[in-house]
């Protein structure tokens, strides 16, 4: 697994333990002899983001997201320059995204086990009724955290190239398997290009790269033998799709948007 999808893994374990304990912490009130009403007061009162954090360990979640941002700078090579001061702060702001997204999804949490409270769910019908709410679904966690995650290594790297000239040219990195979209394989299969040429030829590629939950990235050219490689087999799909007539040039995320307005 990457560094991206071990961070995801270990923040999706850590929320499980917060859901299950938060449920578990209302039930222990209902067995204290606590009135409906009364746990609703009770829920309704608490500084969520101190108990998510302190009572119910939603730090380890957030830790666990901040680790793979370290495993992520060790993971880049480095080939240009970039201040402590800039990593500092791209830092900081991952770490304030994480703690508002957690604390958007306890508030979710409050508002779901608000609702099974007050209608004599068990325990176990709130916990399936948390499972469904779609903000707390594995998948949206996954590429809420996975695109923040590769935006955040995207950063690192054209930080890194702030200095180089601006001819220098960009390979488009990453997997290409049954899971790369159309536009990933399109942009792995091009030539090297300097970013001006990419966002004339692909506009919002140096922002959105393939889109949601991308697993590529933009970075300075290298002599890397299987970059050369994953260009060639790319090439080799599309044409194999053209010549079947299922091919369909991909767009960016700003071409869709721009073109549905």
């Not at 991206?4 to 917060?18: C, N, P, R, T």
């Not at 304030?96 to 325990?123: C, F, H």
């Not at 469904?132 to 998948?139: A, D």
């Not at 697993?215 to 080799?236: D, E, F, M, Y």
Request: net charge negative; glycine share 6%.
């Amino acid at each position: 697994m990457s560094a991206i999808d071990d961070a995801i893994a270990a923040y999706q374990a850590s929320l499980e333990q917060v859901q299950e304990e938060f449920v578990n912490d209302v039930k222990d009130m209902e067995k204290e002899g606590l009135s409906a009403t009364e746990i609703l007061g009770i829920l309704a009162a608490i500084d969520l983001t101190t108990y998510l954090a302190e009572d119910l360990g939603a730090n380890a979640a957030v830790n666990a997201y901040m680790a793979a941002t370290s495993n992520i700078l060790d993971s880049l090579p480095f080939f240009g320059s970039i201040t402590e001061a800039q990593l500092v702060a791209l830092e900081a702001t991952q770490r304030s995204t994480i703690v508002q997204y957690t604390a958007n999804l306890g508030q979710t949490m409050r508002n779901e086990i608000l609702i099974g409270t007050s209608t004599g769910m068990s325990g176990d019908a709130i916990k399936a009724r948390l499972a469904r709410n779609v903000s707390l679904n594995p998948s949206r966690i996954d590429a809420v955290l996975g695109t923040t995650l590769a935006n955040y290594q995207q950063a690192v790297i054209f930080s890194m190239a702030q200095d180089m000239p601006e001819d220098t040219k960009f390979w488009y990195v990453g997997p290409l398997d049954s899971k790369t979209r159309p536009l990933c394989r399109e942009l792995l299969g091009v030539s090297p290009m300097t970013k001006q040429d990419y966002e004339s030829q692909y506009p919002g590629v140096l922002q959105d790269r393939g889109g949601v939950n991308c697993r590529h990235s933009i970075q300075p050219v290298s002599s890397n033998k299987t970059l050369v490689g994953t260009r060639n087999k790319a090439r080799k799909e599309i044409s194999d799709l053209k010549s079947s007539g299922k091919y369909k040039k991909p767009k960016t995320l700003k071409q869709y948007y721009e073109s549905n307005k």
